[in-house]
């Protein structure tokens, strides 16, 4: 095969016009493209199991397992690998939620690496000079919208307490594999078949021919530059990172760039602090969920839609029928409802209200088995001066699950949030765009929303590791998925095709996916159950068919061993021994 070397430039974006980025943004994508189902059967093992979105990030995972590595040290590697194969979607320049279940005692707990607003930061600043805010698409290029990343000073928190090999040799698949190449696949030739005016960005051109059009699948793609920052931050740590040269060239890329320059600087770096703490956790039916508190809404949402549908007999229900549609889709709509104006990264948001089992069941009580809601709206906990926010969360990142054989796991979901984050390379990789998943105004009619930008101040997001655990707490379930606001339910498709319905982490991951946002249910494209578009819309519903692209990975443990499962619309591996 042939070899390209990557040519880096830190002006990735600088040649090319306002006007320009913005058609290409508008234009890239909702999520990953669509490449193609892959017949998927549930993968079996008996020590331990990962599954990831990439087979090299899957073995990498594997070989540190193997080596007597832990589920941290194992979550590291395969990230590593991701930023190399997948770096569309996250990295070291981004950010990311790690749950962590500890068998032996029983515990969890997470560690919080969510992007921050930088200390200069302010809620006005993506408002235009008559005080409108601009359009997504105008400020998600460029270092306006780059947030401190936390991916590093998270994953090397979680090693300092659970890891087991050491730091450096965490990093050396992902060297290995950005020196020597690795293939170009299908997944990424679609995207970029999808989005051909990356070619126009010097640091991408190692993507596309001189024509413009995207390298053959098969193609070798090097990244010498990342191999060069891995190298570093294995041997050195993370600090080069956060306070030496690469702490400098992400600075002077955000502040420096022709098109949208921001607001980070030297001292959000070396100030960052990640949190740790215990998961957000409720019941649904004889079970325990347990996902990611604060800044993330996935998980009270996750436990307010189940919560919602613990009032429903669901096992009575057929799979991806029209029953089931519409009253996942009606549960859905309520929770999102009080997600959309109460959740973010502020003090006081009314949680305990929200997961309240006589609440859940009065919201319950506002769903129709024969036709949708005309109005939904949200739960009245408070008087508050807080309203929904205009946040256009997007639909990338990715996700990792992983079971040792001790019975240890790890649910970690990371992201640079939009198709190449801020579409700014730094030494190798790229740099997010997490701004943006602020709300773009600060207020509406004198009344603050929630979810405004606001200086060290974490965006609200979507990204939902969980567990799930039986009766004695034993976990029984690992899982989580990339998606944006999808996220969520994709998520909770996965449990209830699990719990409700029998069907083994596999069968549940690719059941058909059907979501609903803006008040309408996305039925995905070439499934089964695009046929029941008619009977939804004479319910009320707003029906549209699109391509939905989720990511789900996941993991069961039982008595029978570990079952994996990987999802098909991403080319997913889940392997183990």
Same mark, same amino acid.
């Given at each position: 095969m042939k070899k390209i070397i990557i040519i880096f430039a830190l002006g990735l974006v600088l040649s090319a016009c306002q006007n320009s980025l913005k058609e290409f943004l508008e234009n890239a994508w909702r999520g990953e493209k669509f490449s193609g189902f892959d017949d998927y059967k549930v993968v079996s093992a008996k020590n331990y199991m990962i599954s990831t979105s990439e087979k090299l990030a899957s073995e990498a995972g594997v070989e540190i397992l193997a080596k007597g590595g832990s589920v941290v040290d194992a979550a590291i590697a395969a990230q590593m690998v991701l930023n190399v194969v997948e770096p569309q979607s996250s990295g070291i320049g981004g950010g990311l939620f790690l749950l962590y279940y500890d068998a032996k005692n029983k515990k969890s707990v997470y560690f919080n690496g969510r992007e921050k607003a930088p200390k200069k930061a302010f809620s006005e600043m993506f408002l235009d000079q008559n005080g409108v805010a601009r359009d997504f698409y105008d400020v998600v290029g460029g270092g306006l919208s780059v947030g401190t990343p936390g991916a590093l000073k998270a994953l090397k928190a979680a090693h300092e307490k659970y890891g087991k090999l050491p730091w450096k040799n965490l990093f050396a698949p992902a060297i290995k594999i950005a020196r020597e190449g690795f293939i170009l696949d299908k997944k990424i030739h679609v995207i970029l078949e999808q989005t051909p005016y990356l070619s126009r960005f010097d640091s991408m051109k190692i993507y596309f021919d001189a024509n413009g059009k995207p390298r053959k699948i098969g193609t070798k793609i090097q990244n010498l530059k990342l191999a060069q920052t891995f190298e570093i931050i294995a041997g050195k740590g993370i600090k080069p990172f956060y306070e030496g040269k690469i702490a400098n060239d992400i600075v002077q890329a955000v502040q420096n760039s022709k098109i949208n320059p921001g607001y980070l600087a030297l001292e959000d770096l070396k100030n960052y602090r990640i949190k740790q703490g215990n998961l957000l956790c409720g019941s649904y @039916? *004889?079970?325990?969920?347990?996902?990611?508190? $604060?800044?993330?809404?996935?998980?009270?949402? *996750? $436990?307010? *839609? $189940?919560g919602i549908l613990e009032n429903f007999d669901l096992a009575k229900l057929q799979p991806s029928s029209r029953e089931a549609i519409h009253l996942i889709s009606e549960a859905t709509r309520l929770a999102y409802a009080d997600r959309n104006k109460y959740v973010a990264d502020v003090p006081n948001v009314p949680i305990a209200q929200m997961l309240d089992k006589k609440y859940l069941k009065s @919201? =319950? =009580?506002? *769903?129709?088995?024969?036709?949708?809601m005309t109005e939904v709206k949200a739960g009245d906990f408070t008087k508050t001066d807080i309203l929904l926010n205009s946040t256009m969360e997007k639909p990338s990142t990715t996700h990792v699950s992983i079971i040792d054989k001790s019975g240890n796991a790890v649910s970690m979901t990371s992201s640079i949030e939009y198709l190449f984050g801020s579409v700014l390379m730094v030494d190798g990789?790229? $740099?997010n765009n997490q701004l943006t998943d602020f709300s773009l105004i600060p207020e509406i009619d004198g009344k603050k929303i929630a979810n405004r930008v606001e200086p060290e101040k974490q965006p609200r997001s979507s990204m939902s590791p969980t567990f799930v655990f039986d009766q004695k707490n034993n976990l029984i379930m690992t899982i989580g998925s990339p998606g944006g606001p999808r996220i969520i339910q994709y998520v909770v498709k996965t449990i209830i095709g699990n719990l409700d319905w029998n069907l083994d982490i596999q069968q549940a991951i690719s059941l058909p996916n059907h979501v609903v946002l803006n008040d309408k249910i996305e039925l995905e494209n070439r499934t089964k159950i695009t046929k029941l578009k008619s009977n939804l819309e004479k319910m009320g519903h707003k029906v549209a068919i699109t391509d939905i692209t989720s990511g789900l990975h996941g993991i069961t443990i039982s008595n029978d061993g570990l079952k994996g499962g990987a999802d098909p619309r991403r080319h997913g591996v889940a392997t183990g021994k």
């Open positions: @039916r *004889i079970y325990k969920i347990c996902s990611m508190p $604060l800044p993330s809404s996935g998980g009270v949402t *996750i $436990l307010e *839609i $189940l @919201r =319950a =009580a506002l *769903i129709d088995m024969n036709k949708a990789f790229m $740099l």
